[in-house]
């Protein structure tokens, strides 16, 4: 079983001061918080972790990368062993022919490493305004880009005449060094269920992050797979994102996990407006997110965030690797992507829980398989259509 690392670089502590635009430096500045995530980061290899995965987000204290495939090349330079993803670059931000250049240079500086493209739309109505692109075209534009990605990184020339890009005959260079497992492995990260088939029947593979329970995702590979049996097209395994909180002791991971998810809950809700439901019920495409926005305000942070920490994986090493297998039974993932450190969590903490991991859960996993469970292929559900 392969085994990833993510951080969120986030600024939790500083959201009132954030929101309230008062002058001053955070309590905790955003360069502290750099220094303590890429000593983090820093440990990714030497640890015998398998991936880094970087996120994309802007404009908050929520998380401060400002764009996965930067924060990508930079450890890029820094590592020379393990493989890295994106989760996700959000395509509707972006000039796509950008986006592909950038993809194309740190494919070049990987030297063969594997690169996966998590893509997604975005939901953040902040950074959509920030970008100056309006969030209720965010599902064509999603397509078109991807359209664009596809053709910049497998042709060598390409041109465009689309209803937002008109693009003339171009290449990219340097060419990608792996175009077609850059072009394959494309996966995309939804919430609401119309994006579902939109990826199946785009030929995208599946990246969950961790915004439902495992039983939903399990029902969601199945009719992703399902959709896949119906071109003819053989099943995929997902990446998925969890939490991790490994600590000699069940107490200590269980309050541990349980405060800095309710911080993180909180940050979440703070960053994409969740509780505007009438906003997100008059946004285009997003009509399906007021739902959950009714359902946060019916439920008390500390309510929502012990619901999301009790089924991540916490607990002492040997409760770890059990819910970890439990996961990958569950959504029947190629690769688990594990999330150390989120809301306040002091950096030591987080680097205790890693190294401990490290030591006592790791190496056991990579001795396991991660296979497609049978259930998940889609190929039974076809079969009872017919």
Not at 44 to 55: Q, R
Not at 352 to 359: D, E, N, V
């Amino acid at each position: 079983m392969r085994i990833g690392v993510h951080f969120n670089y986030q600024n939790y502590g500083d959201w009132d001061r954030f929101e309230a635009h008062q002058p001053g430096p955070p309590t905790v500045s955003d360069q502290q918080l750099y220094e303590e995530e890429l000593a983090l980061g820093s440990l990714v290899e030497p640890l015998g972790f398998d991936s880094y995965w970087a996120i994309d987000h802007h404009f908050s204290p929520y998380i401060m990368t400002s764009g996965a495939v930067q924060h990508l090349t930079y450890f890029a330079g820094k590592t020379q062993r393990i493989d890295f993803g994106t989760m996700v670059i959000v395509l509707p931000w972006y000039d796509p022919i950008v986006v592909a250049e950038q993809v194309s240079v740190l494919d070049n500086l990987l030297q063969g490493r594997r690169l996966t493209l998590g893509l997604g739309r975005g939901a953040a109505k902040r950074e959509f305004d920030a970008f100056r692109s309006p969030m209720d075209e965010s599902r064509d534009r999603f397509a078109e880009s991807l359209e664009i990605l596809r053709a910049a990184l497998s042709q060598e020339w390409f041109s465009h005449d689309g209803e937002f890009y008109h693009i003339p005959e171009t290449t990219i260079r340097p060419r990608p060094r792996n175009p077609e497992d850059l072009v394959n492995r494309m996966r995309v990260a939804w919430t609401s269920p119309q994006t579902l088939p939109i990826a199946a029947n785009a030929g995208l593979g599946m990246l969950m992050t961790n915004q439902k329970s495992w039983e939903e995702y399990r029902e969601d590979v199945r009719g992703f797979n399902a959709v896949r049996a119906a071109h003819g097209w053989a099943p995929m395994q997902p990446s998925v994102v969890a939490h991790a909180a490994c600590f000699d002791t069940e107490a200590e991971a269980w309050e541990t996990i349980r405060r800095h998810t309710i911080e993180a809950q909180i940050s979440i809700q703070r960053h994409y407006g969740w509780k505007d439901v009438e906003r997100l019920r008059n946004t285009k495409g997003y009509e399906q997110y007021a739902q959950f926005g009714e359902l946060l305000q019916r439920k008390t942070p500390e309510e929502v965030g012990e619901h999301s920490a009790r089924p991540q994986a916490w607990g002492t090493p040997e409760q770890v690797l059990e819910k970890l297998v439990h996961i990958q039974r569950m959504t029947s993932a190629e690769e688990l992507i594990l999330n150390f450190r989120f809301g306040a969590m002091p950096a030591a903490t987080a680097e205790r829980s890693m190294r401990l991991f490290a030591r006592e859960v790791l190496p056991k996993l990579h001795e396991l398989e991660a296979p497609l469970h049978p259930d998940m292929t889609g190929a039974a559900t076809v079969g009872a259509r017919d």
